[in-house]
C-alpha cells in the first residue's frame, strides 16, 4: 500500500471532521481498493458532520468512474434521510463546479447577498414517493431568501 493510501485511510478514521473531509478527498481516487470503498462508504455514511457527508460526495462525484458510482449508490441505499441530502448535494456540487469561493481546507469562503437565489438540498419528505416508496432523483430546489 503507499503512504498516501495508508495516510488517508488513517485520516478517515480522525475525530477531526476536516480530517476525515480530507480523507474523503485524498481516499476518491482510490475508489476500486477495497480498503478505500469501505472507508469511503464509512465516511459518505459519517454520523457526526454532514460536510463529511457532502465533500466526500462531490470528491467522488468528480472522480466519476463506475467504482465511484457504485459507492455512491450503496451509501445511499443506507443512507438516512439527511445524509442522502448531502449525498446529493455533495454530486450535485461536482457536476455544477460548486467549488469557486473554497478554501483548500473546504469551506465556502464567499457570501452571498441576502435576496439571492440559493440552493438548498431538497427535503426528505419530497424525495419520497413514488412506486413503494423508491426514491426519486429531482433536481435542487431554489429558494429566495
Not at 455514511?45 to 465511484?68: I, N, P, Q, Y
Not at 455544477?96 to 478554501?103: L, W, Y
Amino acid at each position: 500500500m503507499t503512504s498516501g493510501l495508508e495516510a488517508a485511510l488513517a485520516g478517515a478514521s480522525s475525530s477531526s471532521w476536516s480530517q476525515r473531509v480530507r480523507a474523503g478527498r485524498d481516499l476518491a481516487s482510490f475508489a476500486d481498493v477495497p480498503e478505500a470503498a469501505e472507508a469511503l462508504v464509512r465516511l459518505l455514511l459519517d454520523v457526526e458532520d454532514s460536510a463529511v457527508t457532502r465533500r466526500t460526495a462531490e470528491a467522488l462525484a468528480r472522480v466519476g468512474t463506475a467504482a465511484v458510482t457504485r459507492l455512491i449508490a450503496l451509501a445511499g441505499a443506507e443512507a438516512d434521510d439527511s445524509q442522502a441530502d448531502w449525498i446529493q448535494t455533495g454530486v450535485h456540487d461536482a457536476l455544477a463546479g460548486a467549488d469557486v469561493g473554497r478554501s483548500a481546507q473546504g469551506t465556502d469562503t464567499t457570501r452571498q447577498p441576502t435576496g439571492v437565489d440559493q440552493e438548498q438540498p431538497l427535503p426528505a419528505s419530497a424525495r419520497t414517493g413514488g412506486a413503494a416508496g423508491v426514491r426519486e432523483q429531482p433536481g435542487p430546489v431554489r429558494r429566495c431568501s
